[in-house]
């Protein structure tokens, strides 16, 4: 069974920035792919941006690229979401999501979600 832990959300004005922790745990990792999905009131949940657990492939949602940035410490099982220039449009409940194969983009396909962070952006 695998665990996953967000933090870091919060409210904050538009041109700010947050980090977005995720704390994995519960076997051991490899072959995976980490993902942060979003779901913002009255729509549908989104991919943002995701990473392979090695660190070296990453991807992101044309909306957050050059903003937001990806990363993870395998030592600590954690992956984080940098983002920078937050805007009101990226108000929305956060998810941390694991699935065991590559990247993608599809949000059905991820095994195992957080429970899911808030972020607002204030204008």
């Known amino acids: 069974q695998v665990q996953l832990v967000e933090s870091g959300g919060g409210l904050v004005q538009a041109g700010g920035s947050l980090r977005l922790s995720c704390a994995a745990s519960g076997r051991t990792f490899s072959n995976y792919a980490m993902g942060w999905l979003r779901q913002a009131p009255g729509k549908e949940r989104e991919f943002v941006a995701a990473i392979s657990w090695s660190g070296g492939n990453t991807h992101y949602a044309d909306s957050v690229k050059g903003r937001f940035t990806i990363s993870v410490d395998t030592a600590k099982n954690t992956v984080y979401l940098q983002m920078n220039s937050l805007k009101p449009e990226d108000t929305a409940v956060y998810y941390c999501?694991?699935?065991?194969?590559?990247?993608?983009?599809?949000?059905?396909?991820?095994?195992?979600w957080g429970q899911g962070t808030q972020v607002t952006v204030s204008s």
């Open positions: 999501a694991l699935r065991f194969g590559a990247i993608v983009v599809v949000t059905t396909l991820y095994d195992y």
